[in-house]
């Protein structure tokens, strides 16, 4: 029974996730005052953060029996996964502006009274191989890190096909927000794993 329970909250966290940065949100905030949309970014993801620990919790607290182990000569796929991982990781936080992604630097304009800063647009580093770097690292983080058993392979699929249908979410907000350029960097680098290598971009 918890572990159906874990699995509808979960289920839940990720169309809350979505639903709260979604276009029809962020549109809305556009016509609010200066206070809520300087502040809301910052808002979202405290919430996101903290209201995923319990979940997290709930899933290592379960009884689990293991189906699957990272093993052997197995080990050696798992550090190359683990490996991708870390380099797309590393990459992302390289390239992107996280005082923005996290609502910091709204948070920070906003209280010193100047106007909100624009979604920042780069497509250095990383960016030359896939357009979301950190999704395409979570998707072999979340298969392999640890042991899979009866309990989190369902936790573990949820994520995997959340961060995917996330990622086409994110996709029409950047075409809404960056329009051309966006447009164009997209039919070049590939969405999620980077099947072309490094291109020059125009």
């Known amino acids: ?6 699995y509808l909250l979960l289920i839940i966290w990720c169309v809350l996730h979505s639903l709260l940065i979604s276009m029809p949100v962020n549109n809305w905030l556009r016509q609010q005052g200066a206070t809520l949309r300087g502040t809301y970014r910052l808002i979202y993801s405290l919430f996101a953060g903290l209201t995923i620990l319990p979940l997290l919790w709930l899933q290592y607290s379960l009884p689990q029996e293991i189906i699957f182990a990272w093993e052997g000569w197995l080990r050696i796929p798992q ?3 683990l490996l991708y991982a870390l380099i ?5 936080q390289l390239v992107y502006d996280l005082s923005y992604l996290v609502g910091i630097r709204q948070w920070q304009s906003w209280q010193q009274g100047e106007e909100l800063p624009n979604l920042p647009f780069t ?7 896939v357009r979301h770097p950190w999704y395409s690292a979570g998707i ?4 392999a890190v640890g042991p899979i058993t009866d309990a989190n392979w369902p936790s573990r699929l949820i994520l995997s096909i959340y961060l995917i249908i ?5 996709e029409r907000k950047l ?10 960097y997209s039919k070049q680098v590939p969405m999620l794993f980077p099947w ?5 971009l125009s």
């Open 1 to 6: 029974m918890l572990h159906i329970l874990l």
């Open 79 to 81: 550090i190359f996964l």
């Open 88 to 92: 797309f990781l590393i990459g992302g």
């Open 123 to 129: 497509s250095k580093g990383i960016l030359h191989y």
């Open 140 to 143: 072999p983080i979340l298969w």
């Open 166 to 170: 996330g990622t086409l979410l994110e």
């Open 175 to 184: 075409l809404q927000e960056l329009g051309e350029p966006y447009r164009q």
């Open 196 to 200: 072309k290598g490094s291109l020059p």
